[in-house]
């Protein structure tokens, strides 16, 4: 079965729009990750960012202590947030790149020019407990580096593949790098995900890319939500993932 985190960064993104600095405020994150894991979600995603946009410390600490399904902490590879984790002991580390200007996760990291900061990280989390996943374009040579890293899992960014679903030749072409790239990442014997951009439009083309093990969602899931609740729309796209079938 296709497994869903869900990314509740943006519930605290609405949370700090009104609390920024205050602590407390509302919606809280707990809730809303309690609701998803009612709801059937697989997991719990947050980024904890450097400049704390959005998920703050105290958030990161009541979802460890209360979540029942997985804690999977997005992270920049730094000391300071390194040190945080492994105290944190999240499920999965998922390193991420981040720029401060950026609204989102904009690139995937730069594995391959990375090799070695990126494979002591690894080291670090695993010898923790903590399994690594790395998140990188669907790229032959990018891939190939997360394996030399030895991280346990991928997350094959899937940004490019949203933002050109309208235009059928882009998107083909999109589709098929991220089917080919996560045959490559299986034979490598890496675990595969995939994330970004994600909603409930496109998510059924997606369904064609090969060895899916979780695809992790944030914005349009949360945007649905303040329209119909979260248990609704986590169903909803439950639902929607529930035709996949890894080995086609
Ligand atoms: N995966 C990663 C690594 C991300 O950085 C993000 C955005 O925080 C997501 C998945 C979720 O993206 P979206 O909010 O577009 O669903």
């Not at 700090?16 to 309690?34: D, M, T």
């Not at 997991?43 to 990161?60: A, F, S």
């Not at 998922?94 to 200007?101: N, T």
């Not at 080919?180 to 890496?190: R, V």
Request: charged share 25%.
């Amino acid at each position: 079965m296709l497994k869903l985190g869900v990314n509740i960064d943006h519930v605290a993104t609405l949370r700090e729009a009104r609390y920024r600095g205050r602590g407390g405020g509302e919606p809280e994150p707990l809730e809303a990750a309690r609701l998803c894991e009612n709801a059937g979600a697989h997991g719990i995603t947050v980024h904890l960012r450097e400049d704390r946009r959005h998920i703050q410390d105290r958030d990161i600490w009541k979802l460890r202590g209360a979540i029942q399904t997985r804690l999977n902490l997005e992270m920049a590879n730094v000391p300071a947030i390194l040190e945080i984790a492994l105290k944190l002991k999240p499920d999965i580390v998922c390193l991420v790149p981040e720029r401060r200007q950026e609204v989102t996760t904009e690139g995937g990291l730069d594995a391959a020019g990375h090799c070695s900061d990126l494979a002591e990280t690894r080291r670090k989390l695993n010898a923790s407990g903590i399994e690594v996943s790395l998140f990188i374009t669907p790229d032959p040579e990018q891939i190939r580096a997360a394996s030399q890293i030895g991280s346990q899992f991928i997350e094959l960014h899937t940004g490019a593949y949203a933002e050109s679903y309208h235009e059928i030749a882009r998107r083909d072409f999109e589709l098929n790098r991220l089917m080919a790239s996560a045959e490559f990442a299986h034979s490598l014997g890496l675990q595969v995900n995939a994330g970004h951009g994600l909603n409930y439009h496109n998510l059924p083309s997606l369904l064609r890319v090969p060895h899916l093990v979780e695809l992790n969602i944030g914005h349009s899931i949360i945007s649905r939500a303040v329209l119909v609740g979260m248990t609704q729309a986590v169903q909803d796209m439950l639902a929607l993932m529930a035709p996949y079938r890894p080995g086609q």
